[in-house]
């Protein structure tokens, strides 16, 4: 499994943004896809994931309503829109993966990493 995170970049308060996790994955295997963010000095925190055959999504209490998940299965590529970004949501942002089916929020439950994507709002 591999993947590709991109998107990131220097916005505005209050602006939106669309991250974009590419990933090549196995075939006839389901995998649940997280998103990830990392600020300067702080713990890997979760922000949502999405199981990839059916579409079903949870998120983080902290980011629900204001970041969306989606996925392209014909892109296989999985989304995370921000919306209303605020300077604390600066942070490397990252996706990941795991063949497991469940609700996981914690980064070891994850054994596929991408590379991280710069995000960074200024005021």
């Known amino acids: 499994v591999q993947l590709q995170a991109s998107g990131g970049g220097l916005v505005q308060t209050a602006n939106s943004l669309r991250l974009s996790c590419a990933a090549s994955m196995r075939a006839y295997t389901d995998y649940t896809l997280g998103w990830f963010r990392q600020a300067s000095g702080e713990e890997r925190e979760f922000l949502g994931a999405i199981k990839w055959g059916s579409g079903t999504k949870y998120y983080a209490d902290s980011v629900e309503g204001r970041f969306t998940i989606s996925r392209d299965r014909a892109e296989s590529t999985v989304y995370l829109q921000l919306n209303s970004l605020k300077p604390e949501d600066t942070a490397v942002y990252y996706c990941?993966?795991?063949?497991?089916?469940?609700?996981?929020?914690?980064?070891?439950?994850?054994?596929?990493w991408g590379q991280g994507t710069q995000v960074t709002v200024s005021s």
């Open positions: 990941a993966a795991t063949e497991k089916l469940g609700r996981f929020t914690r980064q070891n439950d994850y054994d596929y």
